[in-house]
């Protein structure tokens, strides 16, 4: 056990305790592996490039992640960056702790955690985790808690249409994720859907990259073992899937596998191809689809169409498959996801009961909830919210290491944190942290990229908007997300483009000229995409933008509170009690900001009031920065007599 001011920390076990306390604090796991490292190593300044490559993965988010996780953790300790106690920032160079530490023993908190560990890992052997279909493969568990760290990344490509057939597009996306999220099933492989890398795939042209030395180089930068392509043809009256296994180690393999309906085929295609990433093991065969076929090819178009155009045309194929097949629970439960995302929160619950009362699968039950537990979060109600999320706890399934696991890991501490710390009746805002790793997350569930931004859950934390610190080293990454704009908008992709327009908009080494045209593209796509919480989130960061603009105009000041109408709007329509909140705060400061000039004193007085009302309130992390720009220009208006 460390011992430092204030804390205890056990590395062993990964938890924290403030001194005087036997109950751990509830902390996200990046941070604890940030603050074990950091403690680990604190006879020395260690840089921020150690930190990305010790503790976070590839992904062109994770120096985003680096900076927030800093903050989060100062906020933890109580901290601060220009007076720190605990963690020292070294500008240019990286980071140091600098508060003394002891150790001593502490035999009751480790002999706990190793019988909690215990029984998770018991639990974790049993199940396996499908989303496609309802189905519980029981597969054998290790024999030793270091094969758990042999893994296999496993990288599917986006298929190949080559049938020349439009209709068969869906294959794209949906035919390659049920072959990724079939391979989520398999104890040993870690596994990369067609979502996650999509972006980094398309040419200039916004077609899909495939040659093989290109694909092995991205292997090799990303630290992927494996990746399978894929070509749809129609062969004989047949199917056929032909595929290249492409691995770092290995030459090649690739061969043809013909079937009437590759959809209906995919657990077969999946155990054969299993066979030849693993020689060695021994043959699996998993369980067949139980639903009709017509209905699995609608449920595979809505797939197709979430990630590419929408919440919109998405609903029309699931409803379709629904009526087709009754019995197909997850195109119900996804019916629910885009009624979500267009903003019918109690249609959205109606189908989400539907599906849940259908199909006592634990794998949809813990999606259901998840997404159930999201809409009371952007309600405002925590405590509805938490009830929903400790259901999935409680469920028998193999949760660890997968997307939705790590998006209810995080929605979760989020709750916590408010509940223990919430003057606003639950109401708050996510960290930037959550909300980046909310939309690679969303997007890596295997089945489908919801690439439209979950952004009322994973809120966009316009905190960190003006902070020059926030983006170290962003040069490449803005050229990588324009690049990735241009090609996205040449392939019509727009709820991944919403995704990186927003990236964009946060950039804060770009020209707030620059950004301003960024951030009326993404509203113009939200529009399109008519997703009304995600429109208010863009609004509200398009006000903080005219609110932070350092020659305000009539005009300005005009568009500034129509944003925010606007936002009010939706928010009270929607009766969402997180935005109402938020929006509300905006307009106070808007007052606030434009007494600036005929009333300095009064301004600077309700600044400080407004300083004090947000103190202890979680929201303050997103509105404190706003706050000390107001206070610079009260000190730099000119003193009047009155």
């Not at 209709?167 to 990369?192: C, F, P, Y």
């Not at 032909?242 to 180690?249: E, F, N």
């Not at 992709?493 to 000229?513: D, E, R």
Request: with cysteine; glycine share 4%; aromatic share 8%.
């Amino acid at each position: 056990m460390i011992v430092f001011e204030g804390f205890k920390f056990d590395p062993k076990t990964g938890r924290l305790f403030q001194e005087g306390s036997d109950e751990p604090l509830v902390v996200r796991h990046k941070l604890i592996q940030l603050l074990a490292y950091l403690l680990e190593h604190q006879d020395r300044v260690i840089s921020k490039d150690e930190l990305l490559n010790t503790l976070w993965d590839h992904g062109q988010y994770r120096e985003h992640s680096l900076s927030q996780s800093i903050l989060e953790l100062r906020k933890v300790l109580g901290d601060s960056a220009s007076s720190p106690n605990y963690i020292r920032t070294v500008p240019n160079q990286g980071y140091q702790w600098i508060c003394s530490t002891s150790e001593v023993l502490d035999e009751n908190v480790s002999n706990t955690f190793l019988h909690e560990r215990k029984s998770q890992f018991l639990i974790a052997g049993l199940v396996a985790l499908s989303f496609v279909v309802s189905v519980v493969f029981v597969l054998t568990q290790p024999e030793s808690g270091s094969d758990l760290n042999k893994k296999t990344k496993v990288l599917v490509l986006p298929f190949q249409n080559q049938t020349q057939t439009q209709s068969m597009d869906w294959v794209e996306l949906g035919l390659a994720d049920m072959m990724a999220s079939d391979l989520m099933l398999i104890d040993g492989l870690d596994v990369i859907t067609p979502a996650q890398m999509r972006t980094q795939l398309l040419t200039e042209k916004g077609e899909y990259q495939t040659d093989p030395q290109f694909i092995l180089s991205l292997l090799k930068d990303a630290s992927i073992d494996v990746a399978i392509q894929g070509e749809v043809q129609f062969v004989n009256d047949q199917q056929a899937l032909s595929y290249r296994i492409i691995s770092i180690d290995d030459e090649p393999i690739s061969g043809v596998i013909e079937r009437k309906d590759l959809a209906v085929a995919m657990p077969n295609i999946v155990s054969q191809l299993y066979g030849k990433l693993d020689p060695q093991s021994s043959q699996i065969e998993l369980p067949n689809y139980d639903y009709v076929p017509s209905a699995m090819h609608e449920y595979a178009r809505g797939v197709q169409a979430l990630n590419n155009e929408g919440a919109i045309l998405a609903r029309y194929y699931f409803g379709a498959s629904t009526q087709i097949d009754p019995n197909h629970s997850w195109s119900l439960a996804y019916l629910g996801v885009c009624q979500l995302y267009l903003g019918h929160w109690i249609d959205a619950e109606s189908y989400f009961t539907q599906a849940m009362k259908q199909d006592t699968d634990p794998n949809l039950q813990a999606f259901v909830n998840y997404w159930l537990a999201s809409i009371n979060f952007r309600r405002g109600d925590l405590e509805q919210a938490s009830l929903q999320l400790q259901q999935i706890t409680n469920q028998p399934t193999k949760m660890s290491e997968t997307p939705l696991a790590r998006m209810i890991d995080q929605l979760t501490a989020q709750i916590k944190l408010l509940q223990s710390d919430s003057s606003n009746d639950g109401v708050a805002v996510v960290s930037n942290e959550a909300f980046i790793a909310g939309l690679s997350d969303i997007a890596a569930i295997g089945f489908v990229d919801i690439s439209t931004v979950d952004i009322g859950t994973f809120a966009i934390n316009t905190s960190l908007v003006d902070d020059e610190s926030f983006y170290d080293d962003s040069a490449a990454k803005i050229r990588e997300l324009k690049e990735q704009v241009r090609r996205l908008t040449i392939k019509g992709y727009k709820p991944t483009l919403f995704k990186a327009l927003v990236a964009l908009v946060q950039q804060s080494q770009l020209t707030m000229t620059e950004r301003k045209g960024y951030l009326e593209q993404a509203l113009s796509v939200i529009k399109e995409l008519k997703q009304p919480y995600d429109h208010a989130q863009v609004l509200i960061l398009a006000a903080r933008f005219g609110i932070l603009q350092e020659e305000e105009t009539d005009g300005l000041r005009r568009q500034i509170n129509q944003y925010l109408e606007h936002a009010m709007q939706i928010a009270v329509e929607l009766e969402a009690g997180l935005l109402l909140s938020r929006v509300g705060y905006y307009q106070t400061l808007t007052e606030i900001n434009e007494s600036l000039v005929d009333d300095p004193s009064g301004a600077q007085a309700s600044l400080k009031l407004f300083s004090e009302s947000i103190e202890t309130d979680p929201l303050s992390i997103e509105f404190s920065p706003l706050v000390e720009r107001l206070f610079e220009r009260v000190d730099s208006e000119p003193s009047t007599e009155r």
